[in-house]
DNA sequence: TCACTGTATTAACACATATAATACAGTTGA
DNA sequence: TCAACTGTATTATATGTGTTAATACAGTGA
């Protein structure tokens, strides 16, 4: 489920804290369902029940997940998750490209950006047709 | 010259690091001035010098200054130093914005957000004026 | 030469991370 | 009811990083 890499300086919980979050984020595990519980998932990580449950604490402190206490943790309502996540990626957008503009950077030049992005993200459509140049 | 903020949680090396930097970046100091010594900067700042050499260090070796043995530590060429920084800028720009396209956000979506940015960050024309709406 | 500079090394301490060993209370099913 | 789960809390210990401290050495320039 979650893989750790012990040459990475982040501490354990915090890489704990992150994977658990992109499965809840990207859908992979679904509203509701149940969580390894804390002694289980550190069993099957060979780390401390307590770094485990600090990871847990930290997500269901920001509302990625919630605990019943005697029942174990589950995954927020997918909706509410996914929002939360995605307005945090929005005000990380902001303070990037606030801070771009502070430099003198044109707006233009990061559209341009994010439209090459946006090519090489779904090349779905046909490249040669350019038909959606313009959004 | 900085000040430093004891009650913040990041290293007292990094806070050094990033107001110095912005310092580099935003032209405060000018392309080949010299820094303040390295024992000048702790005494000022009332904390050792080995702290403020790691920053020294670190700045150099990502090319923001650059330091002659004897004589002392000295900004980098302007627009060099603008460069690398804008680049770290872009690919956090990429790199958030490629998140919220995995998570089905439309491009359209970012591209909004980034022109209300701008036209709060730059209020010189008349708002009245919808002239730099296709920007 | 003398007073600066950057740089390096070693020791000591504080603090966050992580482990370890327990303990307690709520939940569930036999 | 009881046993085996669950989350939660506490205390102690070990370890690593950040930070200070005290030196030392070599290059620079007046």
Chains 1, 2 share one sequence.
């Not at 990207?26 to 099957?44: C, F, I, N």
């Not at 920001?62 to 019943?68: A, C, L, Q, S």
């Not at 929005?90 to 090459?116: C, N």
């Amino acid at each position: 489920m979650i893989q750790l890499n012990h040459r990475d300086s982040r501490p354990i919980y915090e890489q704990v804290k992150d994977a658990l979050g992109k499965l809840v984020v990207s859908g992979a595990v679904r509203q509701d369902e149940k969580l390894p519980s804390v002694r289980e998932m550190a069993t099957t990580l060979a780390i401390n029940p307590n770094t485990i449950q600090r990871a847990y604490r930290e997500l269901e402190s920001e509302g990625y997940i919630y605990t019943i206490p005697g029942k174990g943790s589950y995954v927020s309502p997918q909706s509410y998750v996914s929002n939360i996540y995605k307005e945090s990626l929005y005000r990380q957008l902001d303070k990037t490209a606030e801070e771009l503009l502070s430099l003198g950077e044109p707006l233009s030049s990061m559209v341009d950006r994010l439209k090459k992005l946006s090519g090489k993200e779904m090349p779905h459509r046909d490249p040669s047709k350019k038909s959606d140049e313009n959004l």
